[in-house]
């Protein structure tokens, strides 16, 4: 055999190849793998590896469950026609209404605070009363001048 | 079952033993079976007592852990050999981009790099046979793909079919991988006795 000719060569490297030595593993191999086995760290890391890979799927299936209830969230319709249909303000028209608002809404608040000028229902009912006790005194004014009057009462009623 | 029951057991009748009943020493017998033939085979494809050693460890792990992985469709040594395979790979994938980057810093930072330590190389340590270390470094020059197949057919004595299962390839794949592989090695060994 010799390693010029091809398949002499072939030959050559198979016989070279078989010859090798047979490598074995070492004396404690056995020992080392079962204890390897038993360790709690190796039998740990086994179980976080489990745990990992149960919680994903639960992960997974929180995550679609989380993006459904976003996606079918109960929200108050705003019809998109009505907000077309309102008028274009001109913005410094917009500022002074926004002004005018300011101040009624102001004002409206502070309505009650204002003393009561007769035109409001509680106002009316305070001037009716004033009005009433006004009209009774001026009654009883107009009979005491009739009574106390000389002129009056001492013309003569058949003249 | 009795120990000495288990042992005239076949491999996948073992394995089968190990996942019903989870016997242990069923899966003991298999570890005894096949721990030196896997190591061989590691040994060869990545010239590395220490990491051969920790890949077989891990196959026989993988085995313990995955046992239900198992189907009685496949042979029990191909699926062995193909998890003893994966693994080293991985490792002589990992290896080739320490060295890339090793390299490059070393250009870089024109620095020393350790020497590896080949006090467990069971060739030099036990018969001090020059002829085995000198196939053995011609065998880590082969491409890794041919290397597998060489290894497979002309070491471990497998079949065409058994070499396809564990490569994952067809069975012409594996003939002209061996060949190509031989060749390779062939070309090496005669540069070598050239010099």
């Known amino acids: 055999m010799s390693l010029d000719n091809i398949e002499d060569g072939h030959e050559y490297v198979i016989a070279k190849l078989k010859g090798l030595k047979k490598v074995s593993a070492p004396d404690n191999f056995e020992y080392r793998v079962m204890s390897k086995l038993k360790s709690p760290a190796e039998n740990s890391s086994g179980t976080k590896r489990k745990l990992f890979w149960g919680i994903i799927p639960l992960f997974i299936f929180l995550a679609v469950v989380g993006i459904l209830l976003f996606s079918y969230l109960p929200v108050k319709y705003k019809d998109p026609a009505v907000q077309k249909s309102q008028p274009v303000i001109n913005p410094s028209q917009k500022i002074s209404n926004s002004l005018n608002h300011s101040w009624k809404d102001g004002f409206k608040a502070n309505k009650n605070l204002i003393p009561s000028t007769g035109h409001s229902e509680e106002g009316g009912a305070v001037n009716k009363q004033m009005t009433d006790s006004g009209s009774k005194s001026r009654d009883s004014m107009i009979n005491k001048g009739k009574q106390n009057s000389p002129g009056k009462s001492k013309l003569p009623k058949n003249r | ?6 042992i005239e057991l076949s491999d996948e009748e073992l394995i089968l033993e190990f996942q019903k009943n989870d016997n242990v020493e069923a899966f003991e017998i298999l570890m005894r079976r096949y721990k030196n033939p896997l190591m ?73 790099f ?82």
């Open chain 2, 1 to 6: 079952m009795k120990q000495q029951n288990l």
């Open chain 2, 40 to 112: 061989n085979y590691v040994y060869r494809f990545l010239g590395d007592y220490e990491a051969c050693t920790d890949i077989i460890q891990e196959t026989f792990i993988k085995l313990y852990r995955y046992k239900d992985l198992y189907s009685s469709i496949a042979k029990f040594s191909t699926w062995i050999y193909t998890i003893a395979g994966n693994l080293a790979r991985t490792e002589y994938r990992k290896r080739k981009k320490r060295r890339i980057l090793s390299i490059d810093a070393l250009t870089e930072k024109d620095e020393g």
């Open chain 2, 114 to 195: 350790d020497i590896p330590d080949e006090r467990y190389r069971p060739d030099i340590e036990t018969d001090n046979d020059i002829k085995d270390e000198i196939i053995q470094k011609a065998l880590l020059k082969v491409s890794d793909t041919y290397r597998e197949a060489v290894i497979l057919r002309d070491i471990q004595g497998m079949s065409y079919e058994e070499i396809a299962e564990i490569t994952k390839t067809n069975e012409g794949t594996v003939k002209s991988r061996i060949n190509r592989g031989r060749a390779q090695l062939q070309k090496l060994l005669k540069d070598i006795y050239k010099e």
